[in-house]
């Protein structure tokens, strides 16, 4: 796929989400929570996993509001996520998307509520009227986006990740990590994505999608570690260098920068791979947005 269509599609597919998310969460939301949770959502982000759940939509024919609730839900846990993650009980960081975060600007109290409520209402956005959305569909994306949000996922990831601080960890017991606090939710993007289909998937086309799913996820990882060491703040909208300044490991702290580029480039290579085997027909968005993880810039 060249890079014009590429890019008309995904301003096309953001422009969508971003009014979606708009109209979903809402400002009218009691004593100000409304606000809290718009400002964690709203404006900011570069919706990669919104894409991979649209992307993998596309490639399978599949139900096209399905794919836009998915698309807003699996967006509203990541927020969720980072909102509780920049609090003083984990990360204690004050800069998000080029904005103070959420507990600085609204107190931690009215952070903590925000997360659980954008959290609750990605779970109400994928179970609307039957006519809407098909009710096995609706259970199909719940347990999915549960699953890959809960403590067998993302969670569980950062359970370890605040177990972690000033440990030395092996190169497995850091992709473990790292496949459930962030590999999961992306990988859990596409296999929502694969959950639209309005008609069965094959088993080639499963499996291809979720080692597909699963590379992708761990290279936006082993990238995200390198840019807190090559990238200013300003380019990223977060704090860089913290990782290293709270003495956690990373892919550049176990295996230095070359060898975690190198990975990088293999990931994505296996992302290239597992799409071939699926057997889809349409599979240049999910091509194209492996190329653009793996060589982003923020
Ligand atoms: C609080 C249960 C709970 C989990 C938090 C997501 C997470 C787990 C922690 C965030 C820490 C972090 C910086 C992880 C690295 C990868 C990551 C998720 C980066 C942020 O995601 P982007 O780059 O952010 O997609 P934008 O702002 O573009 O949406």
């Known amino acids: 796929m060249n890079t014009t269509d590429f890019t008309a599609w995904s301003a096309d597919a953001l422009g969508q989400v971003e009014q979606a998310l708009s109209d979903w969460v809402p400002a009218a939301a009691p004593a100000g929570l409304g606000d809290a949770m718009r400002y964690a959502v709203l404006d900011g982000g570069k919706r990669v996993r919104p894409l991979l759940v649209l992307a993998t939509a596309a490639a399978v024919q599949g139900h096209a509001e399905a794919a836009l609730r998915a698309a807003c839900a699996v967006e509203l846990i990541h927020a969720y996520s980072l909102v509780h993650d920049d609090m003083p009980c984990m990360d204690n960081d004050v800069l998000r998307r080029g904005k103070p975060t959420v507990h600085v600007q609204f107190g931690e109290a009215q952070a903590l509520l925000a997360g659980d409520a954008l959290q609750a209402l990605a779970f109400e956005l994928l179970t609307p009227d039957p006519g809407q959305v098909p009710s096995a569909m609706q259970a199909d994306l719940c347990r999915c986006l549960a699953r890959a949000a809960g403590e067998a996922g993302m969670a569980g990831g950062q359970a370890i990740d605040l177990a972690s601080v000033g440990k030395p960890l092996s190169e497995a017991q850091l992709r473990h990590m790292h ?33 597909y799913g699963a590379a992708v996820g761990l290279a936006f ?43 990088a480039a293999q990931l994505g290579d296996e992302a290239h791979q597992a799409l071939d085997a699926t057997g889809l027909a349409h599979v240049e968005l999910l091509r194209a947005l492996a190329e653009r993880v793996v060589n982003r810039s923020n």
Do not use: F, N
């Open 179 to 211: 496949m459930l606090k962030t590999g999961a939710l992306l990988q859990g993007s596409v296999q929502m994505g694969a959950e639209c289909a309005q008609s069965p998937l094959t088993p080639q086309a499963r499996d291809g999608l979720a080692r």
């Open 221 to 263: 990882q082993v990238v995200d570690d390198i840019l807190d060491v090559t990238a200013d703040s300003a380019v990223l909208g977060k704090t860089a260098g913290k990782d290293a300044a709270a003495d956690k490991p990373t892919y550049v702290s176990v295996m230095g920068l070359d060898a975690s580029r190198a990975l």
